[in-house]
């Protein structure tokens, strides 16, 4: 603060200064912290009510009865529920449930496949439109430019048709194949490329690299960064989905009738209504639970990359 | 390639039998045109199957009345038109504006809009006021940036159905549930609000709109702020620290210079989030269902959003998926016309903002 003495006519103005600046920053800080409060609360609410005995969290709820949050009644039965593969009903009949294992692994499998070929086919396009030049170039971009105005609703409708018809319903091609390009991908990663200096290519040419060659050996590892965001964003989303898999994939594999093709999103969906509509006990616990086992993987995913996500994130703004 | 220059220096005579190696490998490789459409055809396999030709699609089959893809052509469009021309099946179709007619005159559909408008309205401006403030604020602390930095990003990462049923259950009707507690203990509410169910309520008032309202724009602005205020972060960073030196000798005060310099030199990031946010919120859909998505009893949770028919809330993306969903013939039509009417609203609406726009923001 000494250096801004100079600025202050007498000591008593430069006193006056400092308290306002004491004040306003612990303005600052009360505000933050209200808000990150009101940000951590889901979390910490999710994370407490996921290890409560159902009926002491029932008590709770309905009583804010906060003794009821002791440790006699933690426990790990929730989960231990979310990870069963049946549940019992109202009537006391055991009745099969896919585990969330089994809706993991779809997700890995779906996530994985997704984006493979997300990330090839945005690197091939990306390179045409950054170094290439082929005609009507600028007209093709345009037309990719435009489409990322137009709602995906409008999509939604014929490709959901388009899915019945090759019989793609329940099928892996169906979550893997149909949102196999991202034109946002492609225009990222054009960015990073035309940043590329000219000379390295002309260098290749001169060395007697073609066109892929280049693309292989220059460009793909200098733009490794940039990929390495795409992959895990694109995870993410794949982790995250839930309308398109709602459409077409909720029911059973079509090539083995008790092969749920669930994702996460959507077995904690089906968890919600079984629940809520047949299930013997602990309805609440146990959907939070679920929650709670849908949303750990990907904050220590988050915590492990979070650089790579913040950094990709500012640039785009696309959520799952 | 580093291989290849380390050979090319240790090689200074010429070497023959590389020299036509190499004229020979110039010679098979093809022009640069080529090579572009070798590598743009697995993105434009994707891209026509599953992008322009969808868009076309739909934007035909919104004109055709009684759409029938069961029949004919399938889900081509056109393809049916045509064939109905050719008379080669009995295919009855022709262009209108029926479907339109139907959406128009549904019961439910324009009820969506208002619905959809009104949290539009609500959620964006206030998202964004205090993701601003958020984001100055942020910029102007040193301890503990990080950390709170690392807090406000956390709604990004989560799943959106899973955050629905902790919303759910914070307003749980209950004395013990989150938000009525802190009514009841701090401001002294007498008796626990319904926020949310509005049947079943055996000894309760059903939920209102209004309560409903106000945890379907807790959990948007909850979901939606991170992305904004990461953006700003970003924005106010470029910002040159001159210019704040400068107010400051000049005497401003702190509210000034925000006024004054921050938020003009932030005005294309302001823009590009208030066209995002305004596009983001006319297609919401999960965000709300998730809220719903426990309590929707024995109707179907993905499209349901409040009240006894499940349409309190419904917005104009949750009626196109529930049409959809209906998989009746002539339901894809009626969807497609529907969600036209969402990209007329939604261009419209960019479009005002770009004009306003023009003299606002210092590029």
Known sequence: MAEHAMYFADKGALIRYRTKTIILRTLVYLFLTVFALFMLLPFVFMIVASFIKAEAFQEFTTRADFSQLGFTNWTFDNYAQVFADHYTDSLGHVLPRPSFGHYFLNTFIVAIGSTAVTVVTAVLAAFAFARLEFKGKNLLFTLLLATMMIPGEMMVITNYQTTIQIGWTNTFAALILVHGVSVFYIFYLRQTFQQIPNELYLAAKVDGVNDIGYLFKVMIPIAMPTITTIIILTLMGSWNSFVWPNLVANGNWKYNANYSMKLVSNGLMSLFGQQASGAADGGDTIKIAGSMVVTAPLFVFFIIFHKYIMRGVSRSGIKG | ?363
């Open chain 2, 1 to 363: 390639m580093s291989v290849e220059t380390a050979e090319a220096v240790k090689m200074p005579e010429f070497d023959a039998t590389k020299a036509r190696l190499i004229s020979k490998r110039r010679r098979l490789s093809l022009p640069q045109w080529a090579n572009a459409w070798i590598v743009l055809i697995p993105a434009m396999i994707f891209l026509v199957l599953f992008m322009f030709y969808p868009i076309l699609n739909t934007f035909l089959m919104a004109f055709i009345q009684d759409f029938d893809f069961g029949k004919g052509a399938g889900s081509f469009a056109l393809g049916n038109f045509f064939i109905s021309l050719s008379n080669a099946r009995k295919v009855h179709q022709t262009f209108g504006f029926e479907n339109f007619r139907l959406v128009l005159t549904d019961d439910v559909f324009p009820r969506t809009i208002l619905n959809t408008l009104t949290l539009v309205v609500i959620e964006v401006p206030l998202t964004i006021i205090v993701a601003l403030l958020i984001a100055t604020f942020l910029n102007s602390i040193k301890a503990l940036k990080g950390l709170f930095q690392t807090i406000f990003f956390l709604p990004y990462v989560t799943n959106s159905i899973a955050l629905g049923l902790v919303f759910t259950m914070l307003f749980s009707t209950g004395e013990g549930g989150i938000v009525n507690m802190f009514l009841m203990k701090v401001f002294g509410m007498k008796e626990p609000i319904n926020w949310l169910k509005t049947f079943g309520t055996s000894g309760i008032e059903p939920a209102t709109r209004g309560h409903q309202l106000v945890v379907i724009v807790t959990s948007a602005v909850w979901n939606g702020i991170a992305f904004k205020i990461l953006v700003f972060l970003s924005g106010l960073a470029t910002i040159d620290k001159q210019y704040y030196d400068a107010a400051k000798i000049d005497g401003s005060s702190n509210f000034t210079i925000w006024r004054r310099i921050t938020l003009p030199l932030l005005s294309p990031q302001i823009l590009y989030i208030t066209i995002t946010s305004f596009i983001g919120a006319f297609k919401m859909y999960t965000g709300v269902m998730s809220v719903y998505s426990s309590i929707a009893g024995s109707m179907n949770a993905s499209y349901y959003f409040g009240g006894e028919k499940g349409e309190d809330w419904m917005p104009i993306v949750g009626w196109i998926y529930r049409i959809l969903g209906t998989q009746t013939n002539t339901s894809k039509g009626v969807a497609a016309a529907g969600s036209l009417i969402l990209l007329g609203i939604i261009l419209f609406i960019t479009l005002v903002q770009f004009a306003v726009s023009k003299k606002r923001v210092h590029y």
